[in-house]
């Protein structure tokens, strides 16, 4: 079993900046990209910022500039840096993680329980 534990949401002032983090654990063998996305009430799921296993990275235009994704293998870790948050950013972000798992070290995508940032003066 494979358990994704996401914390660092809050509510924030425009121009503020959050810290998200996602830390995998389980039977985990390897892990291969780890990202997230987010969700605004009403609309669809959309992708905020990915990054490889060899570090490479990929933004939603919307978020370059101001936001990092980053990862530490060693604790199996995603982060999310955001400064220069603005109100239209307000919506449920959750981790995703690719990863090999269990005996027989099968792939699996595995989704955050989701973390509610909201950004209001």
């Known amino acids: 079993q494979v358990q994704l534990v996401e914390s660092g949401g809050d509510l924030v002032q425009p121009g503020g900046s959050l810290r998200l983090s996602c830390a995998a654990s389980?039977?985990?063998?390897?892990?291969?990209?780890m990202g997230w996305y987010r969700q605004a009430p009403g609309k669809q799921r959309e992708l905020v910022a990915v990054?490889?296993?060899?570090?490479?990275?990929n933004y939603a235009d919307s978020v370059k500039g101001r936001f990092t994704v980053s990862r530490d293998n060693a604790k199996n870790t995603v982060y999310l840096q955001m400064n220069s948050l603005k109100p239209e950013d307000t919506a449920v972000y959750y981790c995703?993680?690719?990863?090999?798992?269990?005996?027989?070290?099968?792939?699996?995508?595995?989704w955050g329980q989701g973390t509610q940032v909201t950004v209001s003066s």
């Open positions: 995703n993680v690719d990863l090999m798992a269990g005996p027989s070290r099968n792939r699996y995508n595995y």
């Open positions: 990054i490889t296993s060899g570090g490479r990275t």
């Open positions: 389980g039977s985990i063998f390897r892990i291969y990209g």
